[in-house]
């Protein structure tokens, strides 16, 4: 069995707590076994996990693997220690606040033989799916993706394009390598309103927005105009409800890496992939910035 801790139970790691302790039957998820959790704050357990403080997560000989499922602003820092402690690591997107920090951290888990794995479950939902089903095949003219949310807290969630990493990996995942050509973002801190807009064109020079809006009460929603030149697909196709959720596909996914069940050329393509999306996002940065 493979020893889990998970750090920071909040939404997702709750989530994760409850998936290790139930994981899909005949699925790989069941070479996991979670032997505990780390929290800041004192739960002492939760669902019959027992809570255990981060130095002895990170010494354990139990401990083979972390989730890390803290706030943004800790994923850098726990990364790196559980790496440096020799442990697997499963870390929810976004994966770190900087794209030097990106490259460095892979370096260091290829150094050290470890998993890294970054789940990105925007890629792994039935709405998704749906979606890459629709836009497959067809040559796109011009697109835009408009998401809109509730108020981040900016200490701990980071930069725009980096919390809204999701928005940047289905865009590229559609339509392939994206080139930043121009990105602001307005800010309205008294009615905690912010909104990036991000210019890219694609390979063929086709121009794309992305637009992430984010305000009280504002509804989690995605709206999509992609002009092809076969048509125009202005909404989320409909999607049926899949039997596995998506943080339950990831965690297979992980466990298969760990039992070295993914081929090379998927684990290759998929870094790249995710460290693409995060030097889009740096640059987004930059460009808002000056
Ligand atoms: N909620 C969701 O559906 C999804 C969340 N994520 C990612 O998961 C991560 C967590 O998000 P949520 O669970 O939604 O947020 P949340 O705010 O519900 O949970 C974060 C938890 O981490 C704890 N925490 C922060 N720093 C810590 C530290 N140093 N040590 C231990 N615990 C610490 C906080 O106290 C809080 O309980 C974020 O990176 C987010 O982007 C990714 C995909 C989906
Ligand atoms: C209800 C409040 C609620 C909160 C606070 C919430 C937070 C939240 N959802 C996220 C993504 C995500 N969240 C979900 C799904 C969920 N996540 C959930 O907390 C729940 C209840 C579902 C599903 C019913 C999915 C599928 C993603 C991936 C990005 C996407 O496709 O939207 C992220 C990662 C950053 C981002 O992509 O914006 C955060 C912080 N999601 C919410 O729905």
Partial sequence: MIGVVVVGVGIAGSVRIRDLLKPLQSSPSENLKIVGFVSRRDLGEHNGVKQICLEEAL???EVDAA?????NQNHE???????????HVLVEYPMVLSAHAAHELWQMAEEKGKVLHVEHIELLTEEYRALKKEVDGRTLEKGVLHFTGGPLHKQRSGFTAFSGIARVTWLVDLFGELTVTSATQEENPGEDYSKLTAHFVTANNKPVTWIEERAPGMKREKKVNFTFTNGVLDSLPPARRGSVGPFMQ???????????????????????RILYCIDLAEKIKQYCEH
């Fill in 67 to 71: 989730f890390i499922c803290t706030d």
């Fill in 59 to 61: 010494r354990s000989s």
């Fill in 77 to 87: 820092e726990s990364v790196r220690r559980f790496l440096e402690a020799g442990k």
């Fill in 250 to 272: 990831d965690q297979n996914l992980f466990a298969q890496k760990l039992l070295g069940q993914v081929p090379k050329e998927e684990l290759a393509a998929e870094k790249k």
